[in-house]
């Protein structure tokens, strides 16, 4: 399956991943090296590489690649690179299978690409493009690419640097 993001909105700046199977990631172009794929952002926790499934890769609190091992790189709270760091900027990105840049998955309410931030464009509740928007088509439990839908098979991606 060949995966194109999109590239980020005023940027110019382009990711051009391909996807290997489920797992194996190939990028060119990423602007700090390779990054790393950390799962699926899905609340499903059967699906082998959801973040919400604790017996994966991607979802165990012991795994080196997960966003919810509070002693991983991307998991603590004092990474600089950890999704949980309420002060990190070069936190994992969120994209849609169809390439969509979905903003950051951080804990910074203050940065504008988190999807932490109430305010900004990746984390209103308001923002067609947000997970955080129950009715849209990434937030909403019952959109096959939603994060809340504990069915979905083809939830968002997630990439650390």
């Given at each position: ?58 979802g ?52 504008a ?29 019952y959109?096959p ?16 640097k």
């Amino acid at each position: 399956t060949t995966f194109q993001p999109r590239p980020l909105p005023g940027s110019g700046a382009s990711y051009a991943p391909t996807m290997l199977g489920s797992t194996s990631v190939g990028f060119s172009g990423f602007k700090t090296g390779q990054p790393q794929y950390l799962g699926r952002l899905s609340a499903n926790p059967h699906a082998a590489d959801s973040i919400g499934n604790l017996y994966s890769q991607f979802g165990s609190p012991y795994s080196s690649s997960s966003v919810t091992n509070h002693y991983g790189r991307y998991g603590s709270p004092y990474s600089a690179v950890s999704a949980t760091n309420p002060y990190a900027v070069n936190t994992p990105r969120v994209y849609g299978s169809d390439g969509a840049y979905l903003g950051k998955l951080s804990a910074n309410r203050y940065d504008a690409e988190s999807i932490s931030n109430p305010y900004g464009r990746y984390g209103s509740r308001f923002a067609a493009d947000s997970v955080n928007n129950p009715y849209g088509r990434f937030g909403s439990r019952y959109s096959p690419v939603g994060v809340r839908n504990p069915y979905a098979v083809d939830a968002p991606l997630v990439f650390g640097k």
